[in-house]
Nanobody
Framework: QLVIVQSGGGLAQPGGTLRLSCTTT????????MGWFRQAPGKEREGVAC??????????SYPDSAKGRFKISRDIAKNAVNLVVENLQVEDTAVYYC?????????????????????WGQGTQVTVSS
């Protein structure tokens, strides 16, 4: 079973930049569809970014709420997938999850992404506060 390990997160200030990363061993993540999700207190988990397999086209997609501030990218040399969030807002406070799957995500509505992913990271708390 694929084990995804996340790193990054913690306490950040409003207006700052957040960098999260996830990786695994024994499997090339560039072969997988990868996604980042978050769950804020009292809310359902939501997708914030996904990227299709490099074997397909490696395109990325974001829900309208994440466009402009969120960026997902691959570091193939490190077998990692990164999420950068700029201009952090208090509303970005949430547990963030990295996930891997084998079905394309870009052509799907972000509300449907969660069903595409089979392996999930452990979750990383991000708190945006001054």
């Amino acid at each position: 079973q694929l084990v995804i390990v996340q790193s990054g997160g913690g306490l950040a200030q409003p207006g700052g930049t957040l960098r999260l990363s996830c990786t695994t061993t024994g499997f090339r993540l560039d072969y997988a569809t990868m996604g980042w999700f978050r769950q804020a207190p009292g809310k359902e988990r939501e997708g914030v970014a996904c990227i299709d397999s490099e074997m397909r086209d490696g395109m990325a997609s974001y829900p309208d709420s994440a466009k402009g501030r969120f960026k997902i990218s691959r570091d193939i040399a490190k077998n990692a997938v990164n999420l950068v969030v700029e201009n952090l807002q208090v509303e970005d406070t949430a547990v963030y999850y990295c996930a891997a799957g084998d079905l394309p995500c870009v052509a799907r509505d972000s509300g449907d992404w969660e069903t595409l992913f089979k392996a999930w990271g452990q979750g990383t708390q991000v708190t945006v506060s001054s």
